[in-house]
């Protein structure tokens, strides 16, 4: 059984930054794809950044120069929130796709409001 752990969200002001952290009970290298989602009320589930093994990295365009996902200590991803804007508000949650793409593996996920 997979977990994944999601730490860092919280209430910050416009333009402010957060970090998020998603700690997996396994090496995240075991994994095809480590990703960040976010679902904001009323809306669809969507896919804010993905990293692969191998290191290749996409954002979605509304968050391109803004956020930064990377990997550390083999365990742990990051999503570093810069430049926060108020339609940033949403559930983050922590993906990672099975190495066979068969299966995703979900957090509990954490809250970010941006608000003044």
């Known amino acids: 059984q997979v977990q994944l752990v999601e730490s860092g969200g919280g209430l910050v002001q416009p333009g402010g930054s957060l970090r998020l952290s998603c700690t997996a009970s396994?090496?995240?290298?075991?994994?095809?794809?480590m990703g960040w989602y976010r679902q904001a009320p009323g809306k669809q589930r969507e896919l804010v950044a993905s990293?692969?093994?191998?290191?290749?990295i996409n954002y979605v365009d509304s968050v391109s120069g803004r956020f930064t996902i990377s990997r550390a200590n083999g365990d742990t991803v990051y999503l570093q929130m810069n430049s926060l804007k108020p339609e940033d508000t949403a559930v983050y949650y922590c993906?990672?796709?099975?190495?066979?793409?068969?299966?995703?593996?979900w957090g509990q996920g954490t809250q970010v409001t941006v608000s003044s």
């Open positions: 990293i692969t093994s191998g290191g290749r």
């Open positions: 993906s990672a796709e099975s190495a066979d793409r068969s299966n995703n593996y």
């Open positions: 396994r090496s995240i290298f075991s994994f095809y794809l």
